[in-house]
Nanobody, 117 residues
């Protein structure tokens, strides 16, 4: 059984920063975690990929967050982070982490990020 616990969401003014964390726990080993990704879903919209990082450290970002968000991972802690800077009201959404372990996908419960103008 694998559990993902997210934290770090909240309310911030436009231009501010937040750092999201997603820690995986359960019957896993660090080397078994493949890709780690962050998604977000705004009200009335589809869930979209925000950023991803592979087990080798390669990263990719949605065009809308390039240059503002940074994804990173700490394999020793089985944790993925999303540093979000220069936040905009359109970044408001529920943010979810997703990890791939031996080909299976696991989702976190989501954390709300609200950016006020």
């Amino acid at each position: 059984q694998v559990q993902l616990v997210e934290s770090g969401g909240g309310l911030v003014q436009a231009g501010g920063s937040l750092r999201l964390s997603c820690a995986a726990s359960g019957s896993i080993f660090s080397l078994s975690i493949d890709a780690m990704r962050w998604y977000r879903q705004a009200p009335g919209k589809q869930r979209e990929l925000v950023a991803g990082v592979t087990s080798g450290g390669s990263t990719n970002y949605a065009d809308s967050v390039k240059g503002r968000f940074t994804i990173s991972r700490d394999n020793a802690k089985n944790t993925v982070y999303l540093q979000m800077n220069s936040l905009k009201p359109e970044d408001t959404a529920v943010y979810y982490c997703r990890v791939t372990i031996y080909g299976k996908l696991y989702w976190g419960q989501g954390t709300q990020v609200t950016v006020s103008s």
